[in-house]
């Protein structure tokens, strides 16, 4: 068991909001990244040897590697961000870590990302807000045929992972009029079905080939790399869009990018890539494409919350006990 009267060493390796830090520094021996410079390779190295806890985001690859040289103190990855795909859950397991995330508190404002983009793709939101301020676009003044969009009201919504975030776009998208339709490993309780009126495809093929809007809200493991492979994106109908605020690896990006090129696909909204911070140039290059800087979770509130979370599963587990986030190989 952790000895609770020393003060264990938590290596965070990127700046978290204030408020967090803080309190980090008063319950714990934290070493804090006030530079926010992503940790290099050995960096992580050292910490991992250093460190009683280990507070990574997903900027920093824990792989078996690196978990295979954690020293003798490291009991706790404590990682900062729902996701776990930058962790090798299984290398861990075998070097006797325990690791936690921060479900829950990112849920609604990832959600609320996801409708935004829902809306923005269609409507062409960064279009006609980017056209205004070009001194070139000249504009004289609003007409019949100016900018026009898709309408979303009516429009069926497919939603790729009905987990908590899934749930919560599929409660926003029913409010804006949308059919709710999903694909998932397991079909949901019948009673979540009936609440968002959600039509349950147990085929992605052919749940891809009848939507007009596709959302990606499962987590990127290796059973989803590439589910929207080159062989699915052609399965989606010339006038579809498709919402990204999981993981880029979900859909393969080069492919992605190639059809929207074509015309083959109407357009994305994508808030996550499949090398970050690497952008295919041929999305940036599209007017067909709303590009974000992974910023579903980031509002000061989310963070802060996340921050609670870490600090509650470290306390919890130096205190002895089971930390309430614990994650499980497997578990997606
Ligand atoms: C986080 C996310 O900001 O939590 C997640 O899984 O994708 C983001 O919203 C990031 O992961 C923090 O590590």
């Known amino acids: 068991m952790p000895n609770s009267a020393k003060k264990p060493v938590v290596i965070v390796t990127r700046r978290l909001p204030d408020l967090v830090e803080t309190r980090m520094r008063e319950l714990f021996d934290a070493r804090l990244n006030v530079d926010d410079k992503p940790m290099s390779a050995a960096d992580l190295v050292a910490a991992v040897k250093a460190a009683d806890v280990l507070v990574p985001t997903v900027t920093d690859r824990i792989d078996a590697q690196l978990i295979a040289q954690a020293g003798p103190n490291l009991r706790l990855i404590a990682n900062f961000g729902n996701g776990v795909d930058n962790i090798d859950l299984d290398a861990a397991r075998t070097k006797g870590l325990i690791v936690t995330n921060t479900p829950n508190v990112l849920t609604e404002d990832t959600a609320d990302m996801t ?39 009516g429009k069926r919504l497919g939603i790729i992972g009905m987990g908590r975030i899934g749930q919560a776009v599929a409660r926003r998208a029913r409010a804006f009029g949308l059919q709710v339709h999903y694909h998932n490993r397991r079909r949901v309780a019948e009673a979540i079905e009936q609440d968002l009126e959600a039509t349950y495809w147990d085929s992605l093929d052919q749940m891809l080939a009848r939507m007009d809007i596709i959302s990606v809200n499962c987590p990127h493991t290796p059973a989803t790399y590439h589910l929207l492979s080159a062989r699915r994106l052609k399965l989606l109908k010339p006038s579809a869009f498709i919402v990204n605020t999981a993981r880029g690896e979900v859909i393969d990006e080069n492919e992605l990018a190639r059809l929207i090129d074509q015309g083959a696909i109407a357009g994305a909204g994508l808030d996550v890539f499949e090398h970050e911070p690497a952008v295919n140039p041929k999305l940036l290059a599209s007017n067909r494409v709303v590009a974000l800087p992974h910023m579903g979770s980031a509002t000061i509130e989310g963070r802060i919350d996340m921050g609670e979370k870490v600090i509650i599963n470290i306390k919890t587990f130096m205190d002895g006990h089971a930390p309430p986030d614990r994650v499980h190989p497997g578990m997606f």
């Open 115 to 153: 409708m935004a983009l829902i809306l923005a793709v269609p409507r062409r939101l960064a279009e006609g807000a980017q056209l205004l301020r070009d001194p070139r676009s000249n504009w004289t003044g609003w007409s019949p045929t100016w900018m026009l969009g898709q309408r979303i009201w």
